[in-house]
């Protein structure tokens, strides 16, 4: 059985889209058949991955609001075992064409059913918003993953989403996990980061990934080239952290599996 993580945090520039290609990447890596869904109508994820969006191709919108089946809507990536869905321009209107669908919050749990075990995990990566296709993204998986920059309102915004998911947990009988809070653009030269890292470990415990994801020019500028940090700079701090955060969430995965 595949494992579904929501990458989520409604706040923007916290390194969503990059976790998404660059775990996703780390994972593929191990051998692992890995799926990555662009539920962010910006597509970032899309092209940082280097794939053309072409609003003719099915993509995530079709998959939803159309007739595609979502296997239809699968397209390889360069790099060996990592698959993708699309996004493009037809998503940024999907919040309001939603509205009226029955069943609405359930629709991307429903198409991903069909596919679901062809793989082992299956990554989502979300707008900055809690929108419909958030609600939709959360409600699909299993657990969520938080990028969190660490900065002077972090605490803030953590708490907020950390509240919307207890309301999906209570409201629509879902189990999901907290798969854990990923420090993002790290730097621990200045005493901010470390005092929120500080903050954020002493609130959370065990629920803050051991990883952290360094503050990088090179990780920055691979989604510009089209490819995660394991094919554009291999030996950069930022793709040593993504096989780390790719080992320790195997590692989670294994831990799950065994009785207890």
Do not use: W
């Amino acid at each position: 059985m595949s494992r579904v993580f929501a990458v989520a945090n409604q706040k923007g520039g916290v390194g969503k889209t990059t976790t998404a290609i660059n775990l996703a990447a780390s994972l593929a890596a191990n051998d692992i058949r890995v799926l990555v869904i662009d539920s962010d109508p910006q597509g970032n994820c899309t092209s940082g991955l280097g794939i053309t969006k072409d609003p003719e191709k099915p993509s995530l919108y079709h998959v939803l609001l159309g007739d595609t089946p979502l296997k239809d809507a699968i397209r390889p990536t360069d790099f060996e075992g990592l698959h993708i869905i699309t996004a493009d321009k037809n998503l940024v209107g999907s919040n309001l064409e939603m509205v009226d669908v029955p069943d609405r919050e359930f629709l991307l749990r429903e198409r991903i059913a069909t596919i679901r075990d062809d793989y082992q995990f299956i990554i989502i990566d979300c707008p900055p918003a809690l929108d419909l296709l958030t609600l939709n993204a959360l409600l699909a998986a299993d657990s969520v993953l938080v990028p969190i920059q660490c900065e002077f309102f972090a605490l803030e915004g953590i708490s907020e989403l950390m509240d919307t998911i207890e309301r999906i947990k209570e409201s629509f009988h879902h189990p999901l996990e907290i798969e854990g809070i990923l420090l993002t653009m790290f730097d621990d030269r200045t005493n901010l980061t470390r005092q929120v890292a500080n903050d954020l470990r002493d609130f959370f415990k065990d629920q803050v990934f051991k990883t952290v994801i360094p503050r990088s020019v090179r990780l920055a500028e691979a989604p510009s080239f089209g490819k995660p940090i394991l094919t554009y700079d291999p030996r950069s701090r930022g793709a040593e952290s993504y096989i780390k955060l790719a080992k320790e969430i195997l590692d989670h995965a294994k831990t799950r599996k065994q009785p207890a």
